[in-house]
Every structure is written in structure tokens, then in C-alpha cells.
């Protein structure tokens, strides 16, 4: 078995199911993986020295399409830094939405790449450029844009040379803007993670790479992303660490209400029928692709199982603070999305800004002792409050 290849022991659906247990405790869920290749390495992680690219570097960003948006990619590769160097507190950030193109990624640079100042960024973008047919050129212009912008900004980058097309045709066209990801790499002198060939290899050694529709990622996709990614870091021989939990500051204690209809206006005073979400189910009984959204900290309201046809649900929770304050919302999950506060509207979207935990962020006010959050969705909605450093 090769160096790229070294993570495929075990199916990602086995570990969805089967092989992962949840253990409740406290506030959180914890997904624990059977260990196997994919669980710490028999050697002192502490014994291995940081490479030269992680130097300094806490707060890593992943940045692209739906190849990353939702993808389990990002914690396996910061669960495993974290397992190899446990004197650095790796924080993980996603910026992904799906759909997206260079172009797009280039107009939402400052908002949601450099204002909030991450330390290195991880780049994996062209796949939508090749299927709208964008010219090589502007998708050159882009990238060579963003890439600028952040070493200009004193921050990191690394490069993904995406995964590949299961249509030939498309494959084949898709050279270019994978030529163009190198060109731009070796013009600053950055770090690449070769995804697009470890999928290759994965396909040929008979692994489950792509999905059915040979664009997005099969059961062994997502560790084949996060391969790619700590190969570049130079840490080939550190086998990954697949477990997925609950992101930090997320609220996981969900009610769930009856259903109710998608289209506005909406009245969460009028919801009946609550009753407690139940994670635990959400993680064991859903299909491989969808477990891992519940045991990363989403409510999902129909889970498991799927929303009728037109219709939602609210969840409620709530927050405990010892003292009132400013604080910051995080949120992320499914459109139309729409969340109350202590009963006022704080947020609401009808576009996809991110399925997971961290695509918006907003500064609400918060009072002492509990507060109520209640929030529409009907497939999944990512929660989280981070009290202000600056409060009493």
C-alpha cells in the first residue's frame, strides 16, 4: 500500500455506523472512532517537530466550494494536527459555500477570509469554474487576486489541486485549471495539496473517491482530501485522525417542533408539539453523508428522514449567561434559515452561506441568566454563542 493510500483500511460508511460510538458528556456529544490507521499514531506526538508552514499558526481557514462546504475534510486534518502537536491549539475555520467559482471566492475575500485574520488558508477552487465553462483566463486572474491579497495581508496559503470529474470530457478540460493552480503556486512559491491525485489513486486501487454524480465526494473522498492536505504539510507517515465532534461554543440541546410551512411569514410563538431532538439517533441511523452534520453539532429537524414537501420545523434552545453582555452568534445550515433571540429576529437567509458551523458570524446582546434561541430550517441548522472576551 502506497503513501497516498494509506488511510483507505476502513469505508467512511462503516465508521458513521457501526464503528462510531457516541458518548454524551456533559453538553456534548463525542464521536469516538474504533481505533484503526486512522487513530493516533503509536509514536509521542510531542516528539515531532512542527513543520516549518504551521510555525506560529493557530487559526487555519478552508476556503472553496462544496467541496469543502459540509465536508468532514477540515476536522479530520485539524483533529490530526491537534493529535500530533498537542502543544498548539489548532482552531479551524470554514469559509465555503456551495457553488461557488473563483470569481465569487475573489468578492467575499475580505469579509470572510481576511477580516477575520486567520493564519493560513487553504485554497480548493476550479471545479465550478470548469463546469460553467469559465475562460482559463479569468479564473487565472482570480486565483492569482486572492493570492496576493493574502501573502500581501501577512497571511499563509496553500494550494488544493481540487479532486477529479468522473466525466472524461470534463476531466480532460479540467488540465487547464489544474495547470493553472501550479503556475500559480510555483509563481509564490506555495505549498500544494495534491488531492486531484490521491482521488486517482484511490479509484484505482477500487475506493469509493467520487459520488454518483462523479463531482462531489464519495465515502472515502473526504480522508482522501484531508490525506492530500497533511501529505503537504510534510507528515505523510501520520495516519488521520477521522473522529467528528461537535464544534466549540455550538448550543446541542435541541426541542424540536411540529412541522410547518417553508414560506413566510413565520411565527414561532404559534409552534406546538415540541419535543427533544435526539443526536444520538440523528448520528447512528442516517445514511454515512448525513451523520457526520448531527455529530458536528447541527440540529436537523426531520432527522433522520427528510423534510415533507414544503416544510420545516423550529428548534429551541437555550443559552445560560452569567452575566449580560455583547457575545457573538455563530451560525451556518440549510436556507431558508432564520433565528430569534429572546424573541426578536436576529438573522434570517434565503441563500446557502455555509453548511457547517461557521459561515456567519454577528454580535448580539446578551442578558443575564437564560436566553431563548429559536430557529427555522428544514434539513439542518448550526448554533453557537462566544461570549465576549471583553465582558465583566
Known sequence: MNETTVFFEQPRAARCRALMKPLRLGAALVILATPSIFSAAEENPASRALPEILTGVKKILFYGDSLTDGSDYPDYVVNTLQREFPGVKFERMNSAIVGNTAADLRVRLQADVLDRKPDLVLICIGTNDRIGNRPIADFSADLESMVGDLIHAGIRVMLVRPSPFGNPKREAAFQDNLAVIQEVAARHHLPVADAHQVFLDGAEAGREMLGTDGIHHGKDGFAGMARAVINAFGLKDVPLDTSVHPWPYLLLDWETSLPVSRKPPYEPGSATGWKAFDRKAAVEQQPWAEAPFAARGAWMPFAPGKAPA??????????????????????????????????????????????????????????????????????????GIRPSEKRP
Open 310 to 383: 414544503g416544510m420545516a420545523a423550529y428548534g429551541r434552545t437555550r443559552y445560560h449567561a452569567t452575566s449580560a453582555g455583547k457575545a457573538e452568534l455563530r451560525l451556518g445550515g440549510s436556507p431558508p434559515m432564520v433565528v430569534w433571540l429572546n424573541g426578536r429576529q436576529v438573522y434570517a437567509t434565503t441563500k446557502a452561506r455555509g453548511y457547517h458551523p461557521d459561515a456567519d458570524r454577528l454580535k448580539v446582546d446578551i442578558q443575564a441568566g437564560d436566553n431563548e434561541l429559536i430557529v427555522l430550517s428544514h434539513y439542518m441548522a448550526f448554533v
